[in-house]
């Protein structure tokens, strides 16, 4: 299969990348910044285009790797072209390949093919794609296809249903952004115990990467440690009496959450105390 990309970003260059190097054909790409496909055709080994239409016909697998406003706008456009067998996908988390109305009158198909996984560089991240986990949703005649694409490469894949892609991307988010947010929260509270801010993140690391291992290693339920663990009503009142009002609406929103979790771990111990003092 030749693959073409509309797109020239981060997740254009570094699919583009991942699939070249693991010896697929790209034909190239189109972008709104021809400077832009040049340096993606550069950097993969392929050819830059001015022309969207003749990307299309050139290529039998085209990736719509824009953002997400702009994928439906892009997809209007591609349809006032004459192509048939072809395969039309996107990169979107959130989105599902509903997006791509009218497709199959075009005897074609449409798939959202999603690496979880943060796409920061464009220029290194493709070495990292390797061990992303891909979810792929979309038309049920190239699904196995699609699927044992990215399998080849050593990749793990996930079938997901369209109705299943928002909470998909909800699960994705919480994993990544909103744990961002948590952190930062930790941070401040180091820095207003006076900790500098590179010292504040520093001193933490230990402490969050150890956790993220162990729940890699053992899951969420069995790693989770702390004073809700252990039921220490007493230092979780402390905790509340310290926090600005911000800080206690994410504290309690997130030790909610952690009291089911400790309730999972321990079925026997009686938590209603903790809940009514997070409450």
Same mark, same amino acid.
């Given at each position: 299969m030749k693959f073409g990309f509309i797109g020239a970003g981060k997740v254009g260059f570094s699919l583009g990348k991942y699939l070249a190097v693991n010896n697929q054909e790209v034909t190239g790409y189109y972008s709104e910044f021809y400077e832009d496909a040049i340096e993606a055709a550069q950097f993969t080994g392929s050819r830059s285009y001015e022309n969207m239409e003749q990307l299309l016909q050139d290529s039998d697998v085209i990736f719509l790797t824009v953002p997400d406003g702009l994928i439906g706008k892009l997809w209007n456009q591609l349809k006032t072209y004459h192509f048939a067998n072809k395969i039309v996908c996107h990169t979107s988390g959130a989105l &599902?390949?509903?997006?791509? +109305? !009218?497709?199959?009158?075009? +005897?074609s198909f449409g798939y959202s093919i999603h690496?979880?996984? %943060?796409?920061?560089?464009?220029? /290194?991240?493709?070495?990292?794609l390797s061990n992303s986990f891909f979810t792929i949703e979309g038309t049920e005649a190239c699904l196995a296809q699609m699927k044992a694409l990215f399998e080849g490469f050593g990749n793990s894949v996930c079938v997901i249903s369209k109705e299943d892609k928002i909470k998909y991307h909800a699960a994705a988010a919480?994993? &990544? $952004? =909103?744990?961002? !947010?948590? =952190? $930062?929260?930790a941070e401040? =509270?180091? @820095?207003?115990?006076?900790? +500098?801010? @590179? @010292? %504040?993140?520093?001193? =933490? %690391?230990?402490? *969050?990467? !150890?956790?993220?291992?162990?729940? *890699?290693? @053992? !899951?969420?339920? $069995? %790693?989770?440690?702390?004073? *809700? +663990?252990? $039921?220490?009503?007493? /230092?979780?009142k402390k905790h509340l009496s310290v926090l600005t009002e911000q800080e206690l609406e994410i504290y309690r929103s997130v030790s909610g959450r952690l009291v089911e979790i400790a309730k999972e771990k321990y079925p026997e111990r009686n938590y209603d105390e903790m809940e009514e003092v997070l409450s």
């Amino acid at each position: 299969m030749k693959f073409g990309f509309i797109g020239a970003g981060k997740v254009g260059f570094s699919l583009g990348k991942y699939l070249a190097v693991n010896n697929q054909e790209v034909t190239g790409y189109y972008s709104e910044f021809y400077e832009d496909a040049i340096e993606a055709a550069q950097f993969t080994g392929s050819r830059s285009y001015e022309n969207m239409e003749q990307l299309l016909q050139d290529s039998d697998v085209i990736f719509l790797t824009v953002p997400d406003g702009l994928i439906g706008k892009l997809w209007n456009q591609l349809k006032t072209y004459h192509f048939a067998n072809k395969i039309v996908c996107h990169t979107s988390g959130a989105l &599902s390949s509903e997006i791509f +109305e !009218g497709i199959s009158e075009r +005897e074609s198909f449409g798939y959202s093919i999603h690496p979880l996984f %943060a796409v920061s560089d464009k220029y /290194t991240s493709y070495k990292d794609l390797s061990n992303s986990f891909f979810t792929i949703e979309g038309t049920e005649a190239c699904l196995a296809q699609m699927k044992a694409l990215f399998e080849g490469f050593g990749n793990s894949v996930c079938v997901i249903s369209k109705e299943d892609k928002i909470k998909y991307h909800a699960a994705a988010a919480t994993a &990544s $952004n =909103l744990v961002v !947010g948590v =952190l $930062n929260m930790a941070e401040k =509270l180091m @820095q207003d115990c006076g900790f +500098e801010g @590179q @010292q %504040a993140s520093k001193a =933490l %690391a230990p402490i *969050i990467r !150890g956790n993220v291992e162990n729940i *890699i290693r @053992q !899951g969420s339920v $069995n %790693a989770l440690t702390g004073p *809700i +663990e252990r $039921n220490d009503v007493s /230092t979780v009142k402390k905790h509340l009496s310290v926090l600005t009002e911000q800080e206690l609406e994410i504290y309690r929103s997130v030790s909610g959450r952690l009291v089911e979790i400790a309730k999972e771990k321990y079925p026997e111990r009686n938590y209603d105390e903790m809940e009514e003092v997070l409450s």
